[in-house]
């Protein structure tokens, strides 16, 4: 059974940083990708990053690019999204997602909600003073 679990989210100042984990297990065959999206009270899910199944294609959203940064390992089966500079419009609940055969990704693209096939249970990020 295909699962993701997310992890590392917490409180956090202005300014700070947090490192978000999506673990994956159950998974059958390696080459997935991996989403990032976020969703905050009264607004729409948002794609945050994405990286491809062999890690050589990386794109982020405007909000976050320079401040953010996806990888994987693969010996953990394992996606991180490191945050930095957090700012209080950042806070949500951020949510993985998993998208098999996504090999390579156009610059600045990542794929719709829809083609992610797994989603993990989300973890709230609250960037706040």
């Known amino acids: 059974q295909l699962q993701l679990v997310e992890s590392g989210g917490g409180l956090v100042q202005p300014g700070g940083s947090l490192r978000l984990s999506c673990a994956a297990s159950?998974?059958?065959?390696?080459?997935?990708?991996i989403g990032w999206f976020r969703q905050a009270p009264g607004k729409e899910r948002e794609g945050v990053s994405c990286i491809s199944s062999t890690g050589g294609s990386k794109n982020y959203a405007d909000s976050v690019k320079g401040r953010f940064t996806i990888s994987r390992d693969n010996a953990k089966n394992t996606v991180y999204l490191q945050m930095n500079n957090l700012k209080p419009e950042d806070t949500a609940v951020y949510y993985c997602?998993?998208?098999?055969?996504?090999?390579?990704?156009?610059?600045?693209?990542?794929?719709?909600?829809?083609?992610?096939?797994?989603w993990g249970q989300g973890t709230q990020v609250t960037v706040s003073s």
């Open positions: 997602a998993a998208e098999f055969g996504a090999t390579y990704y156009g610059e600045g693209y990542c794929s719709q909600p829809y083609e992610y096939v797994s």
């Open positions: 159950g998974f059958t065959r390696d080459d997935y990708a």
